[in-house]
């Protein structure tokens, strides 16, 4: 059995991947980190966890979680920054949720971060957490950066274009829906429900973070450097991301060509579904799972492309896909545990 | 492996049995009875099935069903009237989910629906598939009429209560709140998204069916004859049934008396979980699960019991009850294939 | 014109007081008192307001007050305390829209609040404003408490039963359920998008404060004391209250002459509206409106009647209700301002 | 009083006529034709209207339209063939709310609706009914074609960049995100509230016919011709649309130049509102009014504008644009009956 500790466990992420790891054949929960909830059980903080798990929450404490074998850490940015090197360095496998194990180069996390990275070599050292890009990378890493929810969603749907080479890089479009559980379980007036149903806006428009991942694995996916534009959106719904990435295309194509890339891209992927012609990715079909869905699209009269990728922002998008991780760290089948369809209703 | 076929695959109870079973260890999906999608593959009729359950849906036919081992009839009333005598008499355990199979008493069957009844020996051999109140009974049957899901939440609530002999039988008031799933796929303005968010309405108002069900089962545990007035009311979500239920008592009592009745009763249940005094059940903390939770209240100023229950009206309510009762049946742990926690996100 | 000041005018109740107000034909809005938002504009802090209203928020200012005709005080419990009877002095009408001022008997209010009163002597004073029951006093008072929204639709539900004579007063039932805006703007963890929507759940089940006012008005109503189960519920819709009312009867009685009943009683009030035998009330007719829908049926089976009434808990709940009275007071129509449809969809 | 036809009365922009046209202070309904529910009373349908308009629907009957002054046609695709051509022949101003008469060249209209028009004659002696773009021509129509929801979204948002020459023209992108009452009362699965609620897809990417009608009014704002992707996305609320429209640019701009065309292009417009440099339209803030919310962002690295405009799918978008679209014809107050905040709540 697997040791998992999960620093973090009470957000939405955090007892997503409770969730998952309570149920998974090879995993045995040893640490539930929680700052707020520290000292309560967590089948009194979600109570759905009744005659599941019984287990208390506790602060941050080295010496329980050296007993681990892996440490999820769903930390609030900054609370990582000590813990991450103290794991690691307790060779404790580490796959780290927040933004800053995802990055190549230093510089891209200290101008959209805006402050200096606390553990470059570190940084310089883990590996970027997207199975159907790096797996082999995976394999042998001790620190794992887990991409982002907006950031799979949108990396998945667009890297078959660039990488086939048909796509042009300027002009990349990705204009990105994403349910409310993105915010995390924290207070805030536009995610009161009073104000969140019954709403929908555009947010950091072109400043949020998550641009900048995107960008990086879009130019290696390219050989070249890739800009986009991105824009996020709140919807009220739980769960779900939606991206709709619009790519102008070098030549002329088809839709049999373009479904073709895809397919082909995508043919030994078990999480990654490409929808047949006509058909398009909902949000709903992938909700509860560790699926991506993508469908594309070719514009006859523009000759563009328009790519639909959905996922589930804190399954693929988070907890489920750090998972998928895990088994690939430790020599499981990488589908343990979040094999099975979501819940759609 | 146990073959089970599913007959009416693709009703929200349909597909709720089919995510259930396609994960279950012990269990091989034969057959996808479906009329409105027969000849469509299952993962082309929910998308979320895709890459899981490669099966096409058929009409029913006595020849492909007769080589399982189990059939979960979730038909439109009528539909099975004919079919069910034929599964028994092939020998086929029969799980169904339609009202047809509840009754003790075939008259009060024909008063509340207005009919006669097509199989009368075949009710009177059946068995009400309430686990928690018939469990050996159940082990033997080859009928099982799978109860309903405002009745499952409302006669597990109340029960206790009437069982220790503290409940007077009259004015007992149950109060429900209902999902939309509960009333199926099918098309309805009531249902149109437009008409159904952001409402709560009653209906049926002291005429719907499950009173019946609800009556025989509070009758058999108060030994006496109980009639009860029972409201459903349609809410905006998708899943959970809450049953707010008002029992005067025969005198006076105590939050720990009445505590002690509801944990004592339910004290070796793995799937019903009675809340803490002061603690209340949600529908969330049930959703997607098999767990009943429930809660009860003693009013110091009126001496009466106030108890809340809540079930996921599509999990408990209907498939994921089915397949407890089939892990009855055949022998098998009775959480298997259903043990874990509900999404709650 | 009418001068009119609104105390509280950011939160819920407070901007629907703004809504109606700022379209009303003779009202003059002069003061947003807001302690939260002073010294914003209000188009800032609600931006559906841009181009409608251009007004500072501003921190309680007596001075300013002082030259209004009305105040609406929609303060949290206890702000009001020192303002109200100021104001009242000042020869300002006040509507408070907090519980101080429901109370016939001042002991029920410190009962059920926990709290010696403040200002008795206005207690005593001041008239309950419910319109279809004191129209006449609500014309000459200084004070008025409006009423709760649980409040009103409870009230107006059964008033009719017990003023008839027909209803037995115990064993009166109130199941209620409402929409998340009845909880306000502040923000909780229980009202959190991802927590709310796709749940219900009951709270303060035999405590909550407005069975105390529902129960003055019931006793008054039957002329003797009747106390009821009140159980409120949460339901994921922003706006709507619906109320089902539970009486038993003295004798046999039927769905005509419970329907009589009704329309008789109401038959001169516009913003009542008893449904035809059949028809039920549903929150969504009434949500952004005035009215109360009401319905009864008779059990034929129990001889008991059920009531289902429906409101707008921020409309006729609170600030349409609050509109209605300063209409009554200031001898305008009593429909000037809040007499439209509500918005269905 | 303008005597007002309300044909289609029952759907959901034609009941949204009737709310605004109910209240409006110089209008008479007097017909509300709907074949659905003809010999019905409008408040049986949506009893939200009951006290407040009791009429029967009817069967269209010219005989009792030609008394009118006006009619509002919102009539299914081809029912309004022959209807308008006899309306207008009859003297009756007419506003269709159908993609009929919204066409400059027929051969679009064609092209796009895969049929010939019945009546291009009239076609050509419409006029585009946006009152922001073509407000002198209105004055005077026989028949205005009253735009579509995405298109008075997207075209009020993309102007004003095309008009002042600094938008380029290729590649510009309109990503639509609509509530559900935008497919209309007509019932179908994906509308059905468990389907579609917690869910968001795209649809007819590529080949929505609102398309043409944008492409139409940019390319004469533009002045050269213009085509753009358009992709309009289904999201769980009732009301609102919300664009967002990406242009690149000719040269650099700024924050500052952008706020400055948008502010100087809509500065006598009630009802569009520019937001501050900062501020972004969010549908709840048009919801219920005749509002459309438009900012502009500046992404500084990329040269690119980012427009996001939101206005109420059947508000501004249908039923209180038509009547805009009325005022205009008969020379009223452009505002009557339509200038209040929506409901936010």
Redesign the interface.
């Known amino acids: 059995m697997i040791k998992a500790a999960v620093l973090g466990a009470t957000g939405?992420a955090g007892?997503?991947l409770v969730?998952i790891l309570?149920?998974h054949p090879d995993t045995e929960l040893c640490v539930l980190g929680s700052h707020s909830f520290a000292g309560q059980n967590i089948k009194d903080v979600?109570?759905?966890?009744?005659?599941?798990?019984d287990m208390d929450c506790t602060e941050l404490d080295l010496d329980k979680v050296k007993e681990c074998d892996v440490a999820f850490t769903a930390l609030p940015h900054g609370a990582s920054k000590t813990v991450i090197p103290s794991l690691v360095e307790l060779g404790i496998k580490v796959i780290d949720l927040s933004g800053d194990f995802r990055y190549d180069d230093v510089k891209v996390y200290e101008k959209w971060y805006g402050e200096p990275h606390s553990s470059p070599e570190l940084l310089a050292e883990s590996v970027y957490g997207l199975p159907e890009l790096y797996r082999d990378r995976i394999k042998t890493a001790r620190l794992i950066g887990n991409p982002g929810c907006y950031t799979t969603c949108s990396i998945l749907g667009a890297v078959p274009l660039l990488k086939s080479g048909i796509a042009k890089t300027d002009?990349i479009?990705v204009?990105a829906?994403s349910?409310?559980?993105g915010a995390g379980?924290g207070?805030?007036?536009p995610?009161?429900?009073?104000?969140?149903?019954?709403?929908?806006?555009?947010?950091k428009?072109?400043t949020h973070r998550h641009t900048s991942e995107i960008e990086q694995e879009l130019s290696n996916a390219a050989g070249e450097e890739v800009?986009i534009?991105f824009?996020p959106?709140l919807?009220?719904?739980?769960?779900?991301i939606?991206s709709?990435i619009?790519v102008?295309l070098k030549r002329e194509s088809s839709q049999a060509e373009l479904q073709k890339i895809y397919e082909d891209f995508y043919k030994d992927e078990?999480f990654v579904?490409v929808k047949r012609a006509g058909?398009?990715?909902?949000?709903?079909?992938?909700?509860?799972?560790n699926?991506t869905?993508i469908g594309v699209?070719?514009?006859?009269?523009?000759k563009?492309a328009?790519v639909?990728s959905?996922l589930d922002n804190?399954g693929k998008g988070a907890a489920s896909q750090a998972v998928q991780n895990m088994n690939i760290l430790f020599g499981l089948d990488e589908k343990t545990g979040i094999?099975?369809?979501?819940?759609?209703?």
């Open positions: 939405y007892i997503e969730r309570s149920a979600y109570e759905n966890f009744d005659h599941i798990l002009n479009i204009d829906k349910g409310v559980t379980r207070l805030g007036l995610y009161h429900f009073c104000e969140c149903t019954e709403n929908t806006k555009a947010y428009v072109a800009l534009s824009t959106h919807i009220p719904m739980k769960r779900g939606l709709t619009y102008n078990y579904r058909k398009l990715p909902e949000t709903k079909h992938v909700a509860g799972s699926f869905d699209c070719y514009d006859e009269r523009l563009r328009v639909i959905a804190i094999k099975d369809a979501g819940f759609y209703l």
